[in-house]
């Protein structure tokens, strides 16, 4: 599941159901940040994605302009 909470801020589910993660942009360093434990120990250093960016990027890749707009005006959307 994809939500879209506000300012910019998303959710994503994880694959196991249980926690959704927190995922933005920061302007600051440039790159999508996510509040999972791979990310916050992994991928931060490396500059890599965890897995829950790379859900919302190709979400956001392969969703048509209405299907983002749904998703923002209406909070979130089943993948």
């Known amino acids: ?6 300012d910019g801020y998303w959710g994503v589910q994880s ?14 360093i440039g790159r999508w940040i996510c509040d999972c434990k791979d990310f916050e120990y992994r ?10 960016i790379k859900m919302l990027l190709e979400f956001m890749s392969s969703a048509s302009i209405e299907k983002l707009m749904e998703v923002i005006e209406n909070g979130s959307t089943k993948l």
């Open 15 to 28: 694959s196991t159901k249980k926690p959704i993660y927190l995922i933005f942009w920061s302007k600051g």
């Open 43 to 52: 991928r931060v250093q490396s500059g890599d994605n965890c897995k829950h």
């Open 1 to 6: 599941m994809i939500i879209y909470y506000e």
